[in-house]
Structure formats: structure tokens, C-alpha cells
């Protein structure tokens, strides 16, 4: 996923492809949405280091969920990205790695006591170049399959969704572990709270500047471990329409960007 701004695949965007909802077939949303990320601080292994100056990304994306049939569901998910090293001026204006994936929720929570699904999606990366502190991405192509399970935990109040998946990364990206659990409360008259925490491990690689790293041009196979936590607001009007803005901060990790995130979305039902 890139030393640079790490936590964009976790933090940003995929509230939707990790739901245990499933749209009526023909039925669906689309959510376009924008994000802001910086960071200069990184680890490098578990050392503490830091760039001459800002790496900030800004990103454009937008998401489609469909409903298939019963319980089946398509998401896709297209970006675009702006990501520039202050101190000097580099820059790309690329398109970002493409999600898309099939899911299928194999229990009801009217039935079972909570909710669950399977999502099996692809990774295509984006036009970008790697080996780079900025680049956008490690221009990984790659197969991953989710667990995802949710529940109501108070009558027409606090909920719970969470995430387990496992991701097949072509070489020289490592295979990766990651999980995500989030907690949702409604205020009343249309306005949500939550938070989330997030955490990504791969399961091989160097470290940076360590043994078996000669260079940028492996950032791309380090083995990276990153935890994120984020909070939202979030507002559904009459319309059906939801509108939701969050924050999100690297907390911890290896061989990551120590980034914050600033994002916005809207989601459309159709």
C-alpha cells in the first residue's frame, strides 16, 4: 500500500464494501468523496524518522454499490489522486488503484442475533510510479477475500461492524492481514457519531534501510504494520441521501507514513 499515506485503503471510503448490507437487486448508492492526507514523520522498522518537509495527497473518488439479487451485491470503486513532496515541488496526478468485489451476506441478524458476509475483490493498480516516499500506491495487483459482520447492540441505538480479510498481493508486494472495527450511535433527528479502529500487517518484506532493502525502488516490498483510528459525523437527510465527514490518524506502525486524513462523502441512493 506505500510508505506513503498507508491507511487511504483503510480509512477512507470502504465503510460501504465492508457493510453486512446489501442493496435490493437493482438498487444501489453511489458516493463520491474527497480526502486530504499529510504526513512527514515515518518509521523506518521501528525507528522514528522524518522527511524535510510535508508529503500531501489529495484524492478524488468515487463508489458504486449494486445490488445483484438477494443477498448478492457489486462494489467498484475508482479514484483519482494529487500527491506532491513539498520541499521539492514532485508531483503526479495519477489514477489511483482501482476496488471492486462481490459479496454475499450469508446471515441475517433477524435470524442469527447479528449479521454476515463475504466479500471476494480484486486490487488493480493505478498509472502511478513507484519507488518513490510519495508515491500514491505500491502498483500492487492483487485478490483478497473479507469476513464482515455486524449487530445492533441497543434497540434503535448502538451498532457494531467489523472486518477480517486477507489479501494475495503480486510480487513483490507482500501478502497482508487486516481488520477493521467500528462502533455507530445516533444522535436523533438525522446525525450519527463513530469510530473506528483499523490495522493492516503484510506477512513478509525488509524493513527500510534494513537488510535485504537496497534502495526506494523496494518500498514497495517492505513489510509494512499500521494502526489508524478515525472519527465521523455523519447526517442522512429525508431523501435518503448521507452525508458524512471524518478524521483519521496514524497511531502506530512499521515502515509507515505517520499521516493524518481529512476526508468528506456523500453517499446517493438510486
Known amino acids: 500500500m506505500g510508505l506513503a499515506l498507508t491507511s487511504a485503503a483503510l480509512a477512507a471510503g470502504t465503510a460501504q464494501a465492508n457493510s453486512t448490507y446489501i442493496p435490493p437487486a437493482g438498487s444501489g448508492s453511489l458516493t463520491p468523496s474527497y480526502s486530504y492526507q499529510s504526513f ?16 500531501v495527497r489529495q484524492s478524488w473518488r468515487v463508489y458504486l454499490d449494486l445490488g445483484l439479487a438477494p443477498d448478492w451485491a457489486l462494489d467498484l470503486s475508482l479514484g483519482y489522486s494529487d500527491v506532491e513532496f513539498e520541499p521539492t515541488g514532485q508531483s503526479q496526478q495519477v489514477l489511483a488503484d482501482t476496488y471492486v468485489g462481490v459479496r454475499y451476506k450469508f446471515l441475517h441478524e433477524e435470524t442469527s442475533g447479528f449479521a454476515a458476509a ?16 510519495d508515491a500514491p500506491g505500491d502498483g500492487e495487483n492483487g485478490a483478497d477475500v473479507t469476513l464482515i459482520f455486524s449487530k445492533q447492540l441497543t434497540e434503535g441505538g448502538l451498532t457494531y461492524d467489523g472486518a477480517l480479510g486477507y489479501r494475495v498481493s503480486a510480487n513483490p508486494v507482500p501478502d497482508a492481514w487486516w481488520s477493521t472495527s467500528r462502533l455507530t450511535l445516533p444522535l436523533g433527528g438525522g446525525f450519527f457519531v463513530d469510530g473506528r479502529y483499523s ?7 525488509p524493513d527500510i534501510g534494513g537488510s535485504g532493502f537496497s534502495g526506494l ?19 442522512a437527510d429525508a431523501g435518503g441521501r448521507y452525508y458524512r465527514a471524518y478524521g483519521a490518524q496514524v497511531i502506530d506502525g512499521r ?12 453517499t446517493f441512493p438510486f
Open 40 to 55: 512527514q514523520d515515518f518509521t523506518a522498522g521501528d525507528a522514528d524518522m522524518s522527511l524535510p518537509g510535508d508529503i
Open 118 to 133: 463475504v466479500r471476494m475483490g480484486a486490487l488493480i493498480a493505478g498509472d502511478y510510479e513507484t519507488g518513490f516516499f
Open 255 to 266: 515502515n509507515v507514513g505517520e499521516e493524518e486524513t481529512w476526508g468528506l462523502s456523500v
Open 217 to 235: 525502488q523496494d518500498l514497495p516490498s517492505v513489510q509494512e504494520e499500521v494502526h489508524v483510528v478515525e472519527i465521523g459525523v455523519a447526517f
Open 199 to 205: 490495522y493492516y500487517a503484510g506477512t513478509s518484506g
